[in-house]
């Protein structure tokens, strides 16, 4: 089994914390503010509704773990979710925006489930990515499919992992050029397929 966790578990637990306080501590003063204004209930209704998406979100993130058995791609959050990648039947870049970050993840559907999975994280002043190992495995897996989608983004992954060997600049790196092709502004959007296709080509 290869983890294929971006972040540390133990920095994903404290990230998730964050998350969990500062969105508990926002639902906790509007709630105290309601009550003063109205009433306890109307008080206490406000924060049960503003407090629990935070500490949902908080328990995923704490829990999010994703691996690679063979050829079986499984991500854990408030669920598990498992996919075969020799059923797979689509494959995407997925590119988020967040507080200066930009993070890219593949998007895989197989055997009706769609699992995403993040490769690499992009801000002006620091970078995260997929460990060497984890990279490796995800497009050995992939190019053992034979599937011709399949191969093209498993070629993507394989020009990451040397990009990241040789320590490359950052507009040297596959996966940041996809992370800069993201239309800024945008909460998170699916890289055109034949950008990617044209990056690989490129390669």
Same mark, same amino acid.
């Given at each position: 089994m ?21 969105? /508990?501590?926002?639902a ?14 109307? /008080?206490?209704? !406000? ?40 059923e ?11 507080? /200066? !970050?930009r ?81 800024? /502004?945008?909460?998170?959007q ?14």
């Open positions: 290869v983890p294929l966790d971006l972040l540390s578990p133990e920095l994903a637990r404290r990230r998730a914390l964050v998350v969990g306080l500062t969105g /508990g501590l926002v906790a003063l509007l709630g105290v503010l309601v009550a003063l204004l109205l009433d306890a209930t109307a /008080g206490l209704v !406000l924060f049960v509704v503003l407090a629990l998406p935070p500490s949902l979100l908080a328990f995923a993130e704490s829990r999010k773990r994703s691996w690679l058995d063979g050829r079986v791609l499984t991500v854990r959050g408030l669920g598990t979710t498992s996919a075969d990648l020799a797979v039947t689509d494959l995407g870049v997925l590119v988020s925006q967040a507080k /200066g !970050l993070t890219v993840s593949l998007l895989v559907t197989a055997g009706g489930k769609t699992i995403s999975v993040a490769l690499a994280i992009y801000a002006e002043d620091r970078l995260r990515e997929l460990e060497p190992l984890a990279l490796r495995k995800l497009a050995d897996a992939l190019n053992a499919t034979g599937q011709p989608h399949a191969l093209l983004f498993a070629e993507l992954l394989v020009a990451q992992l040397r990009a990241e060997a040789r320590e490359a600049a950052l507009d040297e790196r596959p996966l940041f050029t996809l992370a800069a092709a993201a239309e800024p /502004g945008k909460l998170a699916r890289i055109a397929p034949e950008v990617v296709s044209k990056l690989v080509a490129s390669l």
